[in-house]
């Protein structure tokens, strides 16, 4: 298993340690000073450093994220079925979430700060704020994708609107819903580490803050290194899950 994957991703993999030597020669070679830009040796020599409390700030940054992302995703699935229900729901609900999708989300996390204190709460709030509305266009962009003549026949059959929404629909949309969810994984990440920024005393987002007070560049890179840890296993994740429950798409 390891071999295949190692195979498949083996361009990515050099591309990756192409990067990296790129990254670390011409460091050393420009004589650039640490606290502009370390070396990645660096940058992983600090993820052992004590001081920084790497386990727990991670994993509060953990928990933000998979909270946040598994919230979004149930309410994005729930929003995407509820406005194409009716068009008197998608009239009411629609609109309303646009706005909230277009509200500057660095501006409302303060006011989530004030409601709800500090805390685990608020930024996962904002994680479902940046991250819901791509689960709800693509859980309702595949509702409504499915092919006339399977409409026609689960009619003619006088197939009620449940039915054909657990029968046809929902089977139907799994691709979309998924590629929301890829979408979510990486946007979830970017919401955590915002609502860390604006005020939150743990987590990687208040490693970096406070790193960059003190000029220890290492450390925000090492903050970096974990959080791209975070979002790649998360999108993993839910490629791992869509290969499960969607088998006949690795036959494509």
């Not at 595949?142 to 609107?161: C, F, I, P, Q, R």
Request: aromatic fraction near 14%.
């Amino acid at each position: 298993m390891i071999s295949t994957w190692l195979k498949n991703n083996a361009q990515t993999i050099l591309m990756f340690l192409f990067v990296l030597l790129l990254w670390h020669f011409g460091v050393v070679a420009l004589g650039i000073k640490e606290y502009i830009l370390p070396t990645p040796i660096a940058a992983i020599k600090t993820l052992f450093e004590p001081k920084y409390r790497w386990s727990f700030n991670f994993l509060a940054t953990f928990y933000e994220v998979a909270g946040g992302f598994l919230l979004s995703g149930v309410v994005g699935v729930i929003l995407g079925i509820a406005i194409i229900w009716s068009e008197w729901m998608k009239r009411t609900i629609l609109p309303f979430l646009v706005f909230l999708n277009t509200l500057p989300k660095i501006a409302v996390a303060p006011l989530f700060l004030i409601w709800f204190g500090y805390g685990i709460l608020p930024n996962i709030l904002i994680v479902v704020l940046i991250s819901f509305f791509p689960m709800v266009i693509n859980t309702a962009t595949g509702l409504v994708a499915v092919e006339e003549d399977l409409l026609d026949l689960v009619n003619y059959l006088h197939a009620t609107k449940w039915q054909k929404l657990k029968m046809i629909q929902l089977p139907n949309s799994l691709p979309y819903i998924f590629s929301g969810l890829k979408i979510t994984a990486t946007t979830a990440v970017v919401g955590a580490i915002v609502g860390e920024f604006i005020a939150s005393d743990k987590g990687l987002g208040s490693v970096i803050i406070s790193s960059q007070t003190t000029l220890s560049t290492p450390a925000i890179f090492g903050s970096l290194i974990l959080i791209t840890i975070i979002g790649l296993g998360l999108f993993w994740a839910v490629e791992i899950m869509e290969k499960i429950l969607m088998p006949w798409e690795r036959k494509k």
